[in-house]
C-alpha cells in the first residue's frame, strides 16, 4: 500500500466527514491523473466514498474498473445496494461473487429483512445455514430476531433461538438483547424472563430491554425490582422506567423518578423530559412542569422539536394556554406534532376558533397535516358547529386519503351529528369500511341530540347484537335520548344494566341523565329519593337539572332544595338563581325574585348573557336581545314586525312565563319580540338563500316563547330553521320542532 494511497485515502474520509461530494469528485479526478492503476484499496475507499455520499452510479463505475476486485471490493458495492434497497441488483451481485465472508451473507439477509422481503430474507438464511454455515456471526442471529419482532414469526423465531443455542451463540450478549425483545414483542414474558434469568453475563443493554418488554405486558413491579437491583444503570434505564410508569398510568411515580434521576446526577435526553412532560400534564402538575420547563432551558434540549413539543402539550392539558403559546411562538423549529399539540391544546381549552385558524397557518407554512391533525381540526369544527369549514375539511380527507383513517371518519360522524346534519352523519358512517366503538357511539350521540330516540336505542341494540362494547360515553347518549322522549322505564333499565351486564360505574354524567329523565315527566319525589340514594352527591349540571325541571312543573319546594344545594356547591354561578326566579316569577312570588335579584348584587354574581349567531358568506353575525349593534338591524326588526303579525294570524300567543320581570303585559310583549334567537332567525331569512336550511346556534337554552314562535315561522316561511341550544337540536319544518316540544 503506497503512501500516496494512504493520502488520498485520508482525503476521501474528510469528504464523507463534511459530506462534500464536489470535493470527493475532484479528488478522484486528480486520483486517476496522477496515478495510472489505483491500488484495489484505493479504489474501494472511493466506492466506500461515494456510498456515503448516496451516489451509487459513480461507486457503481468505479467497481467495474478494477481489474480484479478482491471480496472487500464485491463486499462495498453490495453493501450499496443492501442499504438502498436496490433488491434485484443486490441479489444479482450477490450471485456474481466469486466468493462470499459473513458480511456479504448479512449484507443479502438484512437488505431483504429491512425492505419487507422478509420471506427473500429468510430464504437467504437457509440457504447459508445450508452452504456457508460457518460463516454465522452474531450480526446474522441479531438481524434474523429483530425481523422475527417485526413479523411477530413466533415459530421462525423459536427455530431462529434453536439455532443460536445450536451454534453456541446463547451466551453472547450482543445476540441476547434482540432475542429478549424479540420474545416480549411476541407477549412470551416468561420465556424472556427464563432466558434473561439462564444468561451467565448480562450487560445493561440486555437490563434495558428486560424492563421495556415487561412494561409493555404491564408487569410494573417486576421491572421496578429488576431496575432496583441493577449494580449498572445508564441513562436509559432511567428513562425507561420514566417512559413506562407513564404508559402503566403511574404519572405520579414517574415524575417522582425523574426527579431521583436528576439528583444521581444521570444526562437526560429528548425522551425522558418528553415522558416526564407528558406525566406532569396527566396528572395537571403545572407547578412540578414548570420547574422541569426551567430544567429544560438550562440544558441542550430548548430548542428541540419532540421536547418543544411535549410542553406545548403539558402546558394545554393544565389549562395553561397562554404558556403553551408562549412556547409554540418561541420554537425554532416545528414539525407536525408541534403544530398538532397547540391545535390539540386549543381544542381542549375551548378555543376551538383558534384550533381552526392554526391548522390554516399551518398549511400555509408547508406542513401537511397527518391523519391525527385533521381529525383534531374536524372535531374543533363540529365544536363550533361549522358545517362550511367541517364540509371543507371532508374534502381534504377524500382528496389526502385520510378518510380511510377510523379517527377521521369518527371525527367527522360528530362533526355532521352536532351540526344537524344527520343524513350525512349516517352516510359516512354506512361507507366506512371498519367501524368501531367510537364510530357508533358518535353516530348515536348525534341521534340522541337530535332527539331521534327511537333510532338512537334501535342503534344501540344493533351494537350489543354484534358484540361491541359500549362505554360510558354511549350510555350518556342512550340515557339523554330515553330523556328527551319521555322513555323513563327503558331508561331506568339501561341504567340499571349498565352496572349489573356491562360492569360501568356510573359517573355524575350518568346520574344527571336519570335526574333529567325523572324531572322531566315531573316524577320529581322519585328524582329526590334517587339522588338521597346516589353513592355521591350530585354535580352543579344534576342540580342545575333538578331544578330546571321543578321551574317547568312548578314544585317549590324540591326547587328551593335544589336551588340551595347548587348554591352551596357554586355561589357564584348564576344558573340557580336565574331558575329559582322563574320559579317564583311564574307563581307570581315578585318579592322572592327581587330579593335573589338583592343577592346577586350583593354577591356579584352576574347572569350569563344570552347570545344567538349565525354564519353567512364566512362570516359570523352575533346578535343579543335588543340587540343594537347590526348593520342590518333595520331590516331585521321589520322582518319581525312582519313575522309577528302572520304569527297571530296563524293564532300565535305569546308565552308571558319566559319574562322574569314583574311588568306589564304590554312590555312582556315587546321584550319577547326581540329575543337574540329572533333575532338571528329574521337574519336567516332575509339573508340565506331560499332552499338552504337556516343554522343558529345559541348559547344558552331555548326559551319556551321562542321555541313555539320559532314553529310558526317555519310554517309561514316553508323554511327549515336549525337551532341549536345549550342542551340539543331543534330542527324546526312545517309548524313542527324534531324534539316534539319536550326539551
Known amino acids: 500500500m503506497s503512501s500516496s494511497s494512504n493520502y488520498y485515502v485520508s482525503l476521501l474520509k474528510l469528504c464523507c466527514d463534511s459530506q462534500n461530494q464536489t470535493q470527493a469528485k475532484k479528488l478522484h479526478c486528480l486520483i486517476l491523473k496522477t496515478i495510472t492503476h489505483p491500488e484495489t484499496f484505493l479504489s474501494n475507499n472511493l466506492i466506500s466514498t461515494y456510498s456515503k455520499l448516496g451516489n451509487l452510479a459513480y461507486a457503481h463505475r468505479v467497481f467495474d474498473h478494477i481489474p480484479q476486485p478482491n471480496l472487500f471490493s464485491w463486499n462495498a458495492i453490495l453493501s450499496i445496494y443492501s442499504k ?16 462470499r465472508d459473513g458480511v456479504s451473507w448479512n449484507l443479502a439477509i438484512s437488505g431483504y429483512a429491512n425492505y419487507g422481503s422478509s420471506t427473500d430474507a429468510v430464504g437467504v438464511y437457509k440457504l447459508m445455514l445450508k452452504d456457508a454455515a460457518m460463516n454465522l456471526n452474531q450480526i446474522t442471529f441479531s438481524t434474523m430476531l429483530i425481523l422475527c419482532s417485526n413479523c411477530l414469526s413466533m415459530d421462525l423465531g423459536r427455530q431462529i433461538h434453536g439455532q443460536i443455542l ?17 420474545y416480549a414483542k411476541l407477549g412470551l414474558i416468561y420465556d424472556a424472563k427464563r432466558y434473561y434469568d439462564e444468561m451467565p453475563e ?28 441493577l449494580k449498572e444503570r445508564d441513562s436509559i434505564s432511567w428513562t425507561t422506567m420514566i417512559s413506562g410508569l407513564m404508559q402503566n398510568r403511574m404519572e405520579r411515580e414517574a415524575v417522582d423518578l425523574f426527579k431521583e434521576m436528576r439528583l444521581a446526577g444521570f444526562t437526560m435526553d429528548q425522551f425522558t423530559f418528553g415522558s416526564v412532560l407528558t406525566a406532569c400534564g396527566s396528572l395537571l402538575a403545572l407547578g412540578e ?21 411535549a410542553l406545548v402539550d403539558m402546558y394545554s392539558k393544565c389549562k395553561s394556554i397562554k404558556s403553551a403559546e408562549t412556547v409554540f411562538k418561541r420554537m425554532t423549529q416545528k414539525n407536525v406534532v408541534s403544530w398538532t399539540a397547540m391545535l390539540v391544546g386549543y381544542g381542549q381549552n375551548g378555543f376551538s376558533e383558534e384550533a381552526v385558524n392554526i391548522f390554516f397557518e399551518m398549511q400555509r407554512h408547508g406542513v401537511e397535516p397527518d391523519d391525527f391533525t385533521l381529525g383534531s381540526v374536524i372535531s374543533s369544527c363540529a365544536n363550533l358547529a361549522s358545517l362550511e369549514e367541517g364540509a371543507q375539511f371532508h374534502c381534504q380527507a377524500l382528496v389526502s386519503g385520510f378518510i380511510s383513517f377510523i379517527t377521521v371518519s369518527n371525527a367527522l360522524i360528530t362533526l355532521y351529528g352536532k351540526c344537524g346534519s344527520m343524513e350525512d352523519s349516517y352516510q359516512l358512517f354506512v361507507e366506512m369500511n371498519t367501524r368501531d366503538e367510537v364510530s357508533w357511539t358518535a353516530l348515536l350521540a348525534g341521534y340522541a341530540q337530535f332527539g331521534k330516540a327511537n333510532e338512537t336505542i334501535d342503534l344501540f341494540e344493533r351494537m350489543l347484537a354484534i358484540g361491541l362494547k359500549p362505554d360510558g360515553v354511549t350510555f350518556i347518549g342512550v340515557l339523554s335520548a330515553c330523556s328527551r322522549a319521555g322513555l323513563v322505564e327503558q331508561g ?16 355524575p354524567d350518568h346520574y344527571t341523565c336519570i335526574i333529567d329523565l325523572l324531572g322531566r315527566v315531573g316524577r320529581l319525589e322519585e328524582a329526590r329519593n334517587f339522588i338521597n340514594k346516589m353513592p355521591c352527591h350530585p354535580d352543579v349540571v344534576g342540580w342545575a337539572t333538578l331544578l330546571s325541571s321543578c321551574r317547568v312543573h312548578g314544585d317549590m319546594e324540591i326547587g328551593k332544595w335544589a336551588a340551595d344545594s347548587l348554591i352551596e356547591l357554586e355561589p357564584q354561578n348564576p344558573a340557580s338563581y336565574v331558575l329559582l326566579s322563574s320559579l317564583y316569577a311564574a307563581k307570581g312570588k315578585w318579592n322572592e325574585v327581587a330579593q335573589l335579584r338583592r343577592g346577586m348584587r350583593d354577591k356579584r354574581v352576574k347572569k350569563e348573557p344570552g347570545y344567538s349567531w349565525i354564519k353567512y358568506k364566512g362570516k359570523v353575525h352575533v346578535f343579543s336581545a335588543d340587540d343594537q349593534t347590526s348593520p342590518f338591524l333595520g331590516q331585521i326588526y321589520a322582518e319581525l314586525e312582519k313575522l309577528n303579525c302572520k304569527m297571530i294570524e296563524e293564532g300565535y300567543i305569546p308565552d308571558m312565563s319566559s319574562v322574569l320581570h314583574d311588568v ?10 326581540h329575543h337574540s334567537e329572533k333575532l338571528a332567525i329574521a337574519f336567516g331569512l332575509i339573508f340565506v338563500p331560499p332552499g338552504l336550511p337556516i343554522r343558529v346556534i345559541k348559547n344558552l337554552r331555548f326559551c319556551g316563547d321562542c321555541h313555539n314562535a320559532t314553529k310558526f315561522i317555519s310554517k309561514i316561511t316553508q323554511r327549515e330553521i336549525l337551532v341549536r341550544d345549550a342542551v340539543r337540536f331543534h330542527l324546526f319544518k312545517e309548524g313542527t320542532c324534531s324534539c316534539g316540544d319536550f326539551w
Open 492 to 507: 331506568l333499565q339501561y341504567f340499571e344494566s349498565m352496572t349489573k351486564e356491562h360492569g360501568i360505574i356510573p359517573i
Open 166 to 182: 445450536k451454534f453456541g451463540f446463547g451466551s453472547y450478549v450482543f445476540v441476547g438483547s434482540p432475542l429478549l425483545d424479540m
Open 664 to 673: 306589564e303585559e304590554s312590555e312582556k310583549i315587546k321584550m319577547l319580540k
Open 289 to 309: 412542569g414548570k420547574q422541569i420547563h426551567a430544567y429544560v432551558i438550562r440544558t441542550d434540549h430548548k430548542d428541540n422539536v419532540f421536547v418543544g413539543s
Open 84 to 99: 438502498l434497497g436496490r433488491l434485484s441488483q443486490m441479489q444479482q451481485i450477490f450471485d456474481l461473487m466469486p466468493f
Open 202 to 229: 448480562r450487560n445493561v443493554v440486555m437490563c434495558n430491554t428486560m424492563i421495556i418488554g415487561l412494561m409493555r405486558r404491564g408487569m410494573v413491579e417486576e421491572s421496578k425490582c429488576l431496575f432496583h437491583g
